[in-house]
């Protein structure tokens, strides 16, 4: 009887050895693909004032819009978002875009 429970614990002492809790299980990246795996930099408020600088309302400009460029026309910029309102020739509605993404003509 003694010698079938001192069994018992030590194939349940070897099976807990065995089993993994720490997470080693789970494969890290590599350093090489973390350095690869880099965020789109935003821009910067600098770069976004300029951009507002040279745009002012009511110069003719082109933005893409779902893929395609189009011509606009400048409404208003707000320098403090970054975000130019603006009028696609053709449409009746105003849209906002990102000072960015716009392109002077």
């Known amino acids: 009887?003694?010698?079938k429970i001192l069994a018992i614990l030590t194939l349940a002492l070897l099976i807990s050895a065995c089993e993994s809790?720490?997470?080693e299980a789970?494969?890290?990246p590599s350093p090489t693909a973390q350095a690869n795996a880099t965020q789109a930099p935003?821009?910067?408020p600098e770069s976004t004032a300029t951009a507002a600088a040279?745009?002012?309302a009511g110069d003719k400009v082109k933005v893409t819009i779902k893929g395609a460029a189009v011509e606009a026309t400048v409404v208003s910029i707000d320098?403090?978002?970054g975000?130019?309102?603006i009028k696609v020739q053709g449409e009746t509605k105003e849209r906002t875009v990102n000072v960015a993404e716009i392109?002077?003509?």
Request: aromatic share 0%.
């Open 1 to 3: 009887m003694t010698t």
């Open 21 to 23: 809790t720490s997470d």
């Open 26 to 28: 789970k494969p890290s």
């Open 42 to 44: 935003s821009p910067s």
């Open 54 to 56: 040279a745009v002012k």
């Open 79 to 81: 320098e403090k978002a």
């Open 83 to 85: 975000k130019a309102t």
């Open 103 to 105: 392109v002077k003509q």
